[in-house]
């Protein structure tokens, strides 16, 4: 016979169903009904939230990869100068593209147009485009601002499979950045 769960009782009773954790007294009986209600909870938010993100849009995934892929883009660049105005990065700055994500996705993920930029030269500037041009020649070299500047028209639909895997891989950039960072 099984002891009852309440460590104030801790008494030997007889099971009638399957899997019970305490036993019939009022006190036992209400702790093993919150049990279950507790485990009836917390299944459906599992339900609830695996629901949600089988669920999820495009466009809410494209705003998570967005998000991770910026996060990898700062920590990359962390310590650099401002690629448009050359300041030093320090406290804010934004992950600026040389091609707006905006006007090209097929480059929003690109990491060779994604750069450290102050906010003043990004927000304030609207990019600072020549400037960071003249920068992004320095970085990646004529051939690759040119390569970014070709494929400038070039359009993208990103799948809903394809943005996770996205989201996943930056997840694991920014963890391995991290783990560099701090060994």
Same mark, same amino acid.
């Given at each position: 016979?099984?002891?009852?769960? =309440? ?11 399957? +899997? ?9 009986? =209400? ?24 669920n999820e ?12 892929? =910026? $996060?990898?883009?700062? *920590? ?6 401002? *690629?448009?105005?050359?300041? $030093? ?30 906010v003043h030269? +990004? ?14 020649? $320095? ?17 993208? +639909?990103?799948?809903? $499979? ?5 989201? +996943? ?11 560099g960072i701090?060994?």
């Open positions: 016979m099984p002891r009852c769960s =309440n460590p104030e009782c801790r008494e030997k009773f007889e099971t009638k169903t399957f +899997n019970r954790k305490y036993c019939y007294r009022d006190e036992c009986n =209400n702790l093993e009904y919150e049990r279950l209600k507790a485990k009836a909870i917390k299944k459906a938010e599992q339900a609830k939230r695996k629901h949600k993100k089988d849009t495009v466009q809410d995934l494209m705003k998570k990869a967005q998000k991770v892929f =910026n $996060e990898f883009i700062r *920590i990359r660049d962390k310590g650099k100068n401002c *690629i448009s105005c050359l300041s $030093e990065l320090k406290g804010k700055y934004d992950a600026g593209h040389y091609v707006s994500s905006g006007s090209c996705k097929a480059l929003t993920f690109n990491e060779r147009n994604v750069h450290g930029q102050c030269c +990004n927000q304030h500037k609207h990019g600072n485009l020549i400037s960071y041009r003249e920068g992004l020649e $320095e970085r990646i070299g004529i051939v690759w601002v040119q390569h970014l500047e070709v494929r400038r028209n070039e359009t993208a +639909n990103y799948t809903r $499979e394809e943005l996770r895997h996205l989201i +996943n891989q930056y997840k694991q950039k920014v963890k391995d950045l991290k783990k701090t060994d």
